[in-house]
């Protein structure tokens, strides 16, 4: 199994920062892609941003230049950092891992609880 832990939701003034994290534990190796999505009531999940494990990173154009995503790979975590917050922001925001070999095989599309960061003044 699987399992996906985040931290770092909140409550943020527009402009502030938070930072999310998030580790993945179990018996796993050879982690994918890890990375984050948002979602609010009434729409579809959207990508926020990725990193793979060559370091390659991808970001949803409304989030470039404000939010930056990391992996420490050691740790099997993920990080956002997310700057320049707007109220647009406000969202659960889920952990993602593309797939990793679980118990000597592969297995694909893990997601996280979702953490919840709101941002208003």
């Known amino acids: 199994q699987v399992r996906l832990v985040e931290s770092g939701g909140g409550l943020a003034q527009p402009g502030g920062s938070l930072r999310l994290s998030c580790v993945a534990s179990?018996?796993?190796?050879?982690?994918?892609?890890m990375g984050w999505y948002r979602q609010t009531p009434g729409n579809k999940r959207e990508v926020v941003a990725t990193?793979?494990?060559?370091?390659?990173?991808n970001y949803a154009d409304f989030v470039k230049g404000r939010f930056t995503v990391s992996r420490v790979s050691a740790k099997n975590t993920v990080h956002l950092q997310m700057d320049s917050l707007k109220p647009e922001d406000t969202a659960t925001y889920y952990c993602?891992?593309?797939?990793?070999?679980?118990?000597?095989?592969?297995?694909?599309?893990?997601w996280g609880q979702g953490t919840q960061v709101t941002v208003s003044a």
């Open positions: 993602y891992l593309q797939r990793a070999v679980v118990d000597g095989a592969w297995r694909y599309d893990h």
């Open positions: 179990g018996d796993i190796n050879r982690l994918g892609v």
């Open positions: 990193t793979a494990p060559d370091g390659t990173t």
